[in-house]
């Protein structure tokens, strides 16, 4: 069992950045790949950005490439989201996700995730 907790979140206005953090009790993250996603009102939860469990391979939706950077601090259990040159159509509640098995490759889809926070909501004003 792993609980996530996001934080950073808040009310920017477009070309502004944001930084999330995800912190994970209850079982060290180090072995396992991670995920952010986010959900807009009235659509589906769709994936931002994974990253590997040593932090060394990352991979993006389309929408965000080159503007925003997932890292990890795994002494610390940490997951990060860096977001710069925020966008109105970026608004959404954010999530992290873990999944059950170890040493997998990153993840893309909600349903491959077993374990997620309860989510920190962006909003960004044009």
């Known amino acids: 069992q792993v609980d996530l907790v996001e934080s950073g979140g808040g009310l920017v206005q477009a070309g502004g950045s944001l930084r999330l953090h995800c912190a994970a009790s209850?079982?060290?993250?180090?072995?396992?790949?991670m995920g952010w996603f986010r959900q807009a009102p009235g659509k589906e939860r769709e994936f931002v950005a994974g990253?590997?469990?040593?932090?060394?391979?990352?991979h993006y939706a389309d929408s965000v490439k080159a503007r925003f950077t997932v890292s990890r601090d795994n002494a610390k259990d940490t997951l990060y989201l860096q977001m710069n040159s925020l966008k109105p159509e970026d608004t959404a509640t954010y999530y992290c996700?873990?999944?059950?098995?170890?040493?997998?490759?990153?993840?893309?889809?909600?349903?491959?995730?077993?374990?997620w926070g309860q989510g920190t909501q962006v909003t960004v004003s044009s």
């Open positions: 990253i590997s469990y040593t932090g060394g391979t990352t």
């Open positions: 209850g079982r060290p993250i180090s072995s396992y790949a």
């Open positions: 996700a873990a999944p059950f098995n170890p040493w997998t490759t990153i993840l893309l889809h909600a349903q491959e995730y077993d374990y």
